[in-house]
């Protein structure tokens, strides 16, 4: 029997997942669900964000699925012990190294974006964004002591051949399965470690993937588009730190950042790690008030890239269209559900 760890974490974390059950209870009651403490809420209890046993639990899972973490009150704990240091150290120890992050236009929702409803009806794009290596992790970091008093803070940005073509390759590969486009975006113009990646993207594309339209992007201009015009995108793939920002912007597109689900994933076999990308939101946590249909197309994304079910799964986003169709709104897309009652339109389509 195949396990999902649950890993509801902080604010509207153990709200949203609550609904994840009911609809895994429904739909897939074969799948055997775990649950563990995880972020803030594993530092209270236990001094430390992410437990051994939890991280080990994890990678002998075949999927995790991570409500939110962090909140203000854990904002003094020191950097190590941060609930943030707890979801970068998992995703480093289950080495996915590939986040799919959509900026998916529900039809009934084109008229939430902040952009006119014309340049976002249809809008589809794939991030795949490298999530293990860059800024994120490299050595040296640190605050330093200057002689003359002053203080020197620094990160290292760096990427190796094999660390781009893996990510490149699961770009390529999804967009096999689309449009057929990738978009590349780097720095190459000021970076070192720009210049490499479009080599190395360039190389890849040239060697293994030379039906896929290539087109390399640098990343301020990626951002200017995404506003320009969005639906010129297919799969963008680039790296954690450009990936992270881009992804937001590219998110807000499509009206609320409670609808949007992600996955990261590794070499095949290995578990995927998949989390709604809005945060913890503790203004609104514990009131019943949070969508979960981030955390429910989250569920999604784990059915079809690790469990294996994409009939579950295309039941599922199935359910979730009709649901908004039908006109299920939480108070994000300007309605007045309820957590629990959107998780029961999305039952009831199901
Ligand atoms: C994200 C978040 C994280 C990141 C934070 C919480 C560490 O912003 O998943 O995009 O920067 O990767
Ligand atoms: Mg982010």
Not at 38 to 54: F, I, K, M, N, R
């Amino acid at each position: 029997m195949a396990t999902l760890l649950l890993l509801p974490g902080d604010g509207i974390g153990p709200e949203v997942c609550a609904e994840v059950r009911r609809v895994a209870a429904a739909l897939t009651p074969d799948l055997e669900i775990q649950e563990a403490p995880y972020g803030g809420a594993s530092y209270d209890a236990h001094g430390t964000p992410l437990l051994d046993e939890v991280r080990d639990q994890a990678i002998a899972s075949d999927a995790v699925l991570m409500g939110a973490v962090g909140g203000p009150q854990w904002a003094s704990a020191p950097r190590h012990l941060r609930p943030e240091a707890g979801l970068l150290n998992l995703r480093k120890a289950m080495d996915v190294f590939a986040n799919l992050r959509p900026a998916y236009c529900f039809e009934a929702l084109a008229g939430a974006s902040s952009l006119k409803p014309e340049l976002v009806s249809g809008l589809d794009i794939m991030f795949v964004r490298e999530l293990v290596g860059g800024v994120y992790f490299g050595q040296p970091r640190g605050v330093e002591d200057l002689p003359d008093g002053q203080k020197r803070g620094f990160d290292t940005q760096v990427y190796t051949t094999s660390e781009i073509e893996r990510v490149g390759r699961v770009a390529f590969e999804m967009a096999r399965g689309r449009r057929n486009k990738v978009h590349s975006a780097e720095k190459s113009n000021v970076m070192e470690s720009g210049l490499l990646w479009k080599q190395v993207i360039t190389e890849l594309h040239a060697r293994e993937y030379p039906d896929v339209e290539l087109e390399h992007i640098l990343a301020d201009n990626c951002a200017m588009q995404l506003v320009r015009a969005p639906k010129q995108f297919d799969v963008i793939v680039t790296d954690n730190l450009f990936g992270d920002i881009l992804s937001d912007a590219a998110a807000m597109l499509t009206g609320s950042l409670g609808m949007l689900p992600s996955a990261a994933i590794g070499d095949p076999g290995k578990p995927g790690l998949y989390e709604p990308i809005h945060g913890s939101a503790p203004d609104i946590a514990g009131k019943g008030l949070a969508n979960p249909l981030a955390a429910i197309l989250s569920f999604e994304m784990a059915l079809r890239w690790s469990l294996k079910q994409p009939e579950a799964a295309d039941a599922l986003l199935a359910a979730v269209k009709a649901a908004l169709d039908n006109g299920a709104r939480t108070r994000d897309l300007g309605g007045a559900l309820t957590t629990r009652e959107m998780g029961d339109a999305v039952l009831a389509e199901l």
